[in-house]
Nanobody, 128 residues
């Protein structure tokens, strides 16, 4: 049974850092594409960072490039999102997602409809 569980969210001041973790189980992580999405109240779910399962290519939303880094540990079955220089507009629920499909384009990697498995999310709040 596939399971993803996020942790590491919280309240942080603007300019600060947080590291989100996603514990995975029930599947072989290194053959899955994984991603972090976020959803703020009243807004659509947004692909923040994606890591492909074909060549480990990464995708980042323009709003987080240079500040966020996605990574995975296939031995520990963990996925991470390192977030630096946080801004109030980063406030959202952050969700970890996975799919066995090969996502060859940035648009596919950032499309929540392409992912089969989701965690429950962790709240990130950035104060100004």
């Amino acid at each position: 049974q596939v399971h993803l569980e996020e942790s590491g969210g919280g309240l942080e001041q603007a300019g600060g850092s947080l590291r989100l973790s996603c514990a995975t189980s029930g599947f072989t992580l290194d053959v899955y594409a994984i991603a972090w999405f976020r959803q703020a109240p009243g807004k659509a779910r947004e692909g923040v960072a994606c890591l492909s399962n074909s060549d480990d290519a990464t995708y980042y939303a323009d709003s987080v490039k240079g500040r966020f880094t996605i990574s995975r540990d296939n031995v520990k079955n963990m996925v991470y999102l390192e977030m630096n220089n946080l801004k109030p507009e980063d406030t959202a629920v952050y969700l970890c997602a996975a799919t066995s499909a090969y996502l060859w384009t940035n648009s596919a990697q950032a499309d929540p409809g392409r992912y089969d498995y989701w965690g429950q999310g962790t709240q990130v709040t950035v104060s100004s």
